[in-house]
């Protein structure tokens, strides 16, 4: 009995993501990208844009390999990176796309640090509402 309920925690989606309707996905990578504009940070560059709708914002995350060659770290940002927007969903304006682009400096900060930047940014870019 005890590992049938060991594995249904191990099935069970991760809480900590950042929900699918806030993600950005497809080609509109490459619109925000062209299109947006860019507010730097220490760790990363984020490039935003404005929707012709007022849907949730969508965010999307980039950690190249340039920033890190092992995906246990290009993973650990993301996942920095995600949890910080998690936080601030409710407190950001509807009908934006945004764009993380991390930097190499990303692979050394924590995660502390990460999510205080993004805070900073995103106030940077007049994104929150």
């Avoid at 925690?9 to 929900?19: D, F, G, Q």
């Avoid at 246990?72 to 996942?79: A, S």
């Avoid at 991390?102 to 007049?126: C, H, P, W, Y």
Wanted: charged share 35%; hydrophobic share 40%.
């Amino acid at each position: 009995m005890a590992e049938e309920s060991s594995r249904a925690e191990r099935e069970r989606p991760l809480r900590s993501m950042i929900a699918s309707v806030y993600r950005l996905r497809g080609n509109s990578f490459k619109e925000v990208l062209d299109k947006g504009k860019m507010v730097q940070s220490d760790s990363f560059g984020i490039s935003f844009v404005k929707r012709e709708d007022e849907e949730v914002p969508r965010f999307g995350f980039i950690v190249s390999t340039k920033v890190s060659k092992e995906a246990v770290q290009r993973n650990r940002i993301k996942r920095a990176l995600s949890e910080a927007v998690r936080f601030m969903t409710s407190d950001i304006k509807s009908g934006h796309d945004v764009v993380f682009l991390a930097k190499q400096r990303a692979e050394r900060a924590s995660t502390d640090v990460l999510m205080n930047e993004v805070r900073e940014a995103i106030k940077t870019a007049g994104l929150f509402k």
